[in-house]
């Protein structure tokens, strides 16, 4: 039997993406076989769409991040039954503990193919369950940006109710850094080029917002914010281009978590800045399904909802990676399978 998926031909953007039937996958032994019912984008799509995440077996299907219901079990698999729902996690070799080299062959959507075709194979240990309040659309979000975000400001920021967030943006994972820092009851403060976007973040319970368009310095502006004290801690998704202002905003003894790169990978580094601050800048690739399971548990627990900016028909793969290219959305961008 056939399935549709897309497959990338070739590194030249979202015109490479192609609508083909390959054979439905076959679960081997000790992995799952996943009907896929929705995936959703990420910055990294782009830079794999584009050539700029570094040399990768073509064809490839792409997206890390997908959702839905196990259809068939490999021999020896014990951890699951068929009509459970799950999403995959991104990196189908890092169960828990700490992260290794080996890890990153691992990942869905570059190094494997991902999740955007209608049936993947996925380990056993490589899926987890959907929180129960969540349907598939809502599940896809999670893998890559929830989980980066979840990583960085709880597992390694320990954040709690007496500090300050600083969030660059209003893409996937500061919109879900900005729910996990108010569900630990932090002050959180958000920057966007978009008085609308700021408007909407404010109704999510973002405390203090700065338009960096006419607030170039923004990071002064955040070190006001905090009566000249500076930020605790700093989700920073823009890279080279705003690291310097981020090392700036925050507190001696804060932390810069470096989760992306959205103005370039590449550029100064302000050594003095970090000495003389003390700074803690930790960089956070994703997680392990470890983190991802406590994840889903406080999602669960909170009953919190994903912000989906737009759902795309699976026809229409083309235009969602043209939407996200566009940077107008606010939150994920799912498409419906």
Known sequence: MDMKAYQLTALN????????ELPEPKPARG?????????SLNYRDLLVSDGRYGKLALPLIPLSDGAGEIVAVGEGVTRWKTGERVAGTFFQGWQAGPFQGEMARTALGGALNGMLAEYVALSEDGVVPIPPHLGFEDAAT??????TAWHALVIRGNVSANETVLLLGTGGVSIFALQFAKMHGAR?????????KLARAKT???????????TPEWEMEAFHLTSEAGVDQVVEVGGAGTLVKSLRSVRPGGQVHLVGGVSGFTGEVPLAEIIRKLVVVRGIYVGSRAMFEALNRAVALHRTKPVIDRVFEFTDAPGAYRYQQSGRHFGKIVISI
């Open 188 to 196: 959180v403060i958000v920057t966007s080029s978009s008085d609308e």
């Open 142 to 147: 999670l893998p890559c940006a929830a989980l």
């Open 31 to 39: 992995q799952v076989l996943v009907q896929v019912r929705a995936a």
């Open 204 to 214: 999510l319970g973002a405390d203090e917002t700065i338009n960096y368009r006419s």
């Open 13 to 20: 953007g979202p015109d490479a993406l192609r609508l083909v």
